[in-house]
């Protein structure tokens, strides 16, 4: 059966008083979970808290968001979409969705440059943590912002856009400066996109054609189970006449859901048909549960020119991914200049690895990944699963420094701070 998806995700607690990530494997320890209805309201609470946390649709798997304090989401905060057509950008408002903000332009004309795997997850969530979607012309989702509105640790508001020198800084923000009542994003003409799935990639096409596969189309993510060598599923995202064939794959001769017998009736229209560019760079639809749903997840950037050498060492420990592993995808991303972006400053290739619900079983896989990574520089995503040790996390992104500076600005009493971005910032 298919569940529907509950625009706070998995905060099952407003009875029971325990609040939880969408995936359940974490038990926030905040003393409650406020949702404002009015911008007012929302700097009233912020700036009489002792201690609080932005939440945004509760898709993270670590404990970014936790606090002692109060929990703060934005998502019953009216649902604000402006665009602007002269300067070809959009002002939407904190707990907006991507799949609302995207239906919206469509009607509009207009479009995104690109979207994440969900439709489900917030905006600010996505943008504040570094989400991205997949191609290798495509920046990640928080490159696309042109300014950013926080309400800071008084109840002030602050925006921040492209003009300002720390603007770089408070995107990939990971809620440690405020909570965001606003965002400006770039907007496009509207365009239509087709969506083809291949199967069975031969490994050894997937190693000596990686570049060329990956940029073969607008949007191209491979999935693998790391049960063998071969790729078990190509999505080719296109703008334009879609491929017939693709390094000895075979095309799907249906639709298809990345993990294996998975309902493809939860995934976004297949078969070459173009359609509106939101219903087709996603991989899930919005009505439906994404993914595998009761799942854990990791992901880590290295440098494109190193990803057949990253492919290669993960390969070598398969036999110990795959039994604790959901499915894994591979995405290419464009570089960007944002100072916590793991896309910082390198064309970027990620991997990524949905798990079993099992945190025991997985936390030591995880430590393996990122020991067999370690020599090709790859970055955590900020809101997943990893281990990467905070002496690490500075050599990995050369402007931490600056943005640990940059929080104690804006919030000098470390009111949005809690031990998980204690341990990162020092």
């Not at 249906?254 to 359609?275: F, K, M, N, S, Y």
Request: glycine share 8%; with cysteine; proline share 7%.
């Amino acid at each position: 059966m298919s569940r529907r998806w509950d625009a706070l995700g998995a905060l099952v607690g407003r009875l029971t008083g325990v609040i939880t990530n969408w995936a359940g494997n974490v038990t926030y320890s905040a003393r409650g979970l406020h949702r404002p209805a009015t911008l007012d309201e929302l700097r009233e609470l912020v700036a009489r808290a002792e201690r609080v946390r932005p939440l945004g649709t509760g898709h993270s798997f670590n404990r970014l968001a936790d606090t002692p304090g109060e929990l703060i989401s934005p998502a019953a905060l009216p649902a604000l979409m402006e665009i602007d057509s002269a300067g070809a950008r959009v002002r939407v408002s904190g707990g907006v969705r991507y799949g609302e903000l995207s239906r919206y332009l469509w009607t509009q004309g207009y479009a995104l440059r690109n979207l994440a795997s969900l439709p489900h997850i917030s905006v600010a969530g996505a943008v504040s943590t570094g989400t991205h979607g997949s191609g290798v012309g495509n920046r990640s989702l928080s490159a696309e912002v042109t300014a950013v509105e926080l309400v800071t640790a008084d109840g002030s508001l602050v925006e921040l856009s492209e003009k300002d020198d720390r603007f770089p800084g408070a995107v990939v923000a990971l809620g440690a400066l405020g909570v965001v009542s606003s965002l400006t994003l770039r907007v496009s003409p509207a365009y239509e996109v087709s969506q083809t799935v291949f199967e069975k990639l031969p490994g050894s096409q997937a190693r000596a054609h990686f570049a060329e596969i990956m940029g073969s189309a607008y949007s191209v993510s491979l999935f693998t189970s790391w049960t063998g060598v071969d790729v078990d599923q190509v999505w080719v995202k296109s703008v334009g006449a879609p491929p017939t064939e693709l390094f000895d794959a075979v095309r799907a001769d249906g639709p298809r859901h990345p993990l294996p017998g998975g309902p493809a009736e939860w995934c976004t229209p297949q078969l070459g048909v173009p359609g509106p560019w939101h219903e087709r760079l996603p991989h899930f639809r919005l009505e439906f549960t994404p993914s595998h749903g009761d799942e854990l997840q990791s992901e880590f950037f290295v440098p494109a020119d190193r990803a057949v050498e990253a492919l290669d060492a993960l390969a070598a420990i398969r036999e110990q991914i795959a039994p604790v592993l959901l499915i894994s995808e591979v995405r290419a991303i464009a570089a960007d200049d944002l100072w916590l972006s793991p896309c910082s400053g390198r064309d970027s290739v990620a991997f990524h690895f949905t798990w079993k619900p099992d945190a025991a079983a997985v936390q030591p896989v995880v430590a393996q990944i990122e020991d067999r990574l370690a020599p090709y520089a790859a970055r955590p995503h900020w809101g997943k699963v990893y281990g990467t040790r905070p002496e690490r996390l500075a050599e990995l992104y050369p402007r931490l420094g600056d943005f640990a500076a940059l929080t104690r600005d804006l919030d000098p009493r470390g009111k949005f701070r809690n031990d998980h971005l204690d341990a990162v910032l020092g």
